[in-house]
């Protein structure tokens, strides 16, 4: 084993450098960085569901447990040790008017001490309207809460008796929590911020209200591909980019004012990766961007209908070997497109941004089922979110009342509160104890907004004879991250036969860093430690060989060549001994000078 004594200069850089603190803004400023590995974050929801099965998906607390009907003046809602973020906060618009009381604790210091009513109007401190929406009978807000060493939420419970109002009975909520490695840096929530604070607060308030254009911002360098006006003969194939070496496919554009809901369903968006000849996205044009069906024309983040009428993507796709965009014809008949444009960035895409998949799932549910599968994938990475539909004949709106789960790597992390709530709705899209202030809508057809929405909504009590509800939501500021699986699905409520569902689910798969030696995410100062303590011949643990990041069975200068090649690559947990790039770089020639001296 080879040791390496390093120089005091060396050693007093590596203590002095440190990753950046987190605002909690990051997500949205930096549109590109949604690809990228989110390895590290766990995800974690605080919510009213009942731990029992039974529906009473409300006045459920950490502490005390079981089904609260009585009053209680501390009931514990949350409780995190360590480093991490609040990214959604929600509640049913009738249950924030309750004003159920609202404190929060960061790092043992009560920031907060108010009530539902007045947060969630954005009226509280710093709180801004632009993060806090009222829409369709829920409230949500994504202003983060950001604490170093925990977190604690309470609130109260009312009597559930006659002598109150029917939403004071029901404290309904869900909290979205991102909890980050130990030894993170960030900067806590205190009610009021600072400079750097601001200025990225500012920045996310930018992109959320300008939806419907690119929140990447507009580019100086990208490469834009136009397709005319054209028909898509039956059984071919139309390729709209296809773009060689690395880059991100940062904007897809496509007109088809005049297309029949049956030549939407039929003509299909395929993408493919670095010469993959498997398609990570192929998927019908309704489903992809949300459109026909009787769906509104909605403008959130990612994905929507322009104001010119065209449908938009602004996901961003990196590609490290070429990529291919693709509109592909099975049906039997031809199919018209207005124009086609796909606007690429080229050049180096960061070694830890993943690659954009999609997939749709429709089916008819038999008797007995419990649940439809969003999604069910293995692998590495993150998921981003979902369009939804369902129909069914009759007065079915008791569908609603299913739950969301997702399971990561085999442990349940998510279990909501009903359909319309996963949606940031609330009592029914607002059609069951209305409320009319906050600018909510009473007993809303349809309305979106950055992060979700209903583009359709058919159900008794606007007089339809059937049930449908089409609906959109984004985990832009809280996606979900997995390192061997994911299990997406929403609970069939009363395991009705014969009931229409239809889902498209987004995320990222992440390939293996080059240099990430001990899984973690990301390249960094333990994995040159796993390279010096393995020096000389590969031993293996296991399938994992350790420290040989180029498999030719010797642990050695190559191998810490790699690891230095990519300092800082993906995203390894925080440390306060993280050196910068530009120090790595220094570490490398000293290490690779003593190696070689050494020799």
């Known amino acids: ?15 002095a450098s440190s990753s950046a603190q987190l605002t909690g803004y990051e997500p949205l400023i930096d549109w590109e960085s949604l690809s990228w590995s989110k390895a590290g974050l766990q995800s974690e929801l605080y919510s009213s569901y009942d731990r029992a099965g039974e529906n009473l998906d409300y006045s459920q607390f950490l502490s005390p447990t079981g089904h609260q009907t009585g009053d209680l003046a501390n009931a514990v809602v949350a409780s995190v040790d360590g480093p991490g973020v609040v990214r959604r906060f929600w509640m049913p618009h009738a249950t924030a008017n309750s004003a159920f009381d609202l404190r929060v604790y960061v790092d043992g210091v009560k920031i907060y001490d108010t009530n539902t009513d007045a947060y969630l109007d954005g009226t509280v401190g710093y709180v801004d309207p632009l993060l806090t929406t009222t829409l369709l009978g829920g409230q949500t807000s994504y202003e983060p809460i950001v604490f170093q060493e925990s977190l604690l939420i309470e609130s109260n419970n009312f009597n559930d008796s006659a002598s109150n109002p029917f939403p004071k009975r029901r404290n309904y909520y ?3 929590v991102h909890a980050l490695p130990a030894g993170a840096r960030v900067v806590p929530t205190t009610g009021t911020l600072d400079a750097n604070q601001l200025a990225a607060r500012n920045q996310a308030l ?4 300008s939806a419907g254009t690119n929140p990447a911002g507009a580019s100086g360098t990208a490469v834009l591909s136009l397709t005319s006006p054209q028909s898509i003969a039956a059984g071919s194939t139309l390729t709209l980019a296809s773009p060689g070496g690395s880059g991100t496919v940062r904007a897809l554009n496509l007109m088809m004012a005049g297309a029949t809901d049956a030549e939407l369903d039929a003509l299909r968006l395929r993408v493919r990766y670095d010469g993959d000849t498997t398609n990570a996205i192929d998927i019908p044009i309704s489903q992809f961007f949300g459109v026909g069906a009787g769906r509104f024309d909605y403008q959130s983040l990612p994905l929507g209908v322009a104001d010119d009428g065209s449908f938009y993507s602004y996901w961003p796709m990196p590609f490290r070997q070429g990529a291919v965009v693709e509109l592909h014809n099975p049906s039997g008949a031809p199919i018209a497109i207005d124009s086609a444009g796909v606007e690429v960035e080229p050049g180096q895409v960061a070694p830890q941004a993943g690659y954009l998949h999609a997939v749709y799932h429709e089916q008819t549910t038999v008797a007995d089922q419990e649940h439809h599968q ?9 998921y981003v979110g979902n369009l939804l539909w369902f129909e069914a ?5 008791r569908l609603l009342e299913g739950d969301d789960i997702i399971t990561v790597d085999g442990t349940e992390v998510l279990f909501g509160t009903g359909m319309e709530d996963a949606y ?10 209305v409320q009319t202030d ?3 809508i009473p007993n809303p057809e349809s309305g979106g907004g950055p992060f979700a929405g209903l583009m359709r909504l058919d159900i008794n009590t606007l007089g339809d004879t059937q049930t449908r509800a089409d609906q959109y939501r984004w985990l832009i500021a809280d996606p979900v991250a997995f390192d061997q699986s994911i299990d997406v699905k929403i609970e069939n409520f009363d395991q009705l036969a014969n009931i229409d569902f239809g889902s498209t689910a987004f995320y990222y798969l992440i390939d293996a860093i080059a240099g990430d030696l001990n899984g973690d995410g990301g390249v960094g100062i333990d994995d040159l430690d796993i390279v010096l303590r393995n020096w000389g011949p590969a031993a293996r643990l296991g399938d994992w060989t350790i420290g040989d ?3 030719d069975g010797w642990v050695g200068e190559d191998d810490l060549q790699v690891v230095l090649d990519n300092w800082n690559a993906g995203n390894p947990p925080p440390s306060v001994n993280v050196p910068e790039p530009g120090t790595a770089a220094v570490l490398g020639a000293v290490l690779l000078g003593a190696v070689r001296r050494r020799r």
Do not use: E, W
Not at 374 to 382: A, N, P
Not at 424 to 433: C, L, S
């Open 424 to 433: 940031n709705g609330g009592y029914y899209y607002n059609h069951v104890v």
């Open 206 to 209: 930018q992109v959320v209200q």
């Open 174 to 176: 869900q909290h979205n």
């Open 393 to 397: 004949s009759g007065n079915r709106r």
């Open 549 to 551: 990041a180029t498999n």
């Open 374 to 382: 969003l999604l069910d994938v293995q692998g590495k990475g993150h």
């Open 438 to 440: 906050d600018g909510d």
């Open 1 to 15: 084993m080879i040791r390496v004594v390093l120089p005091s200069a060396v050693s007093a850089a590596l203590a």
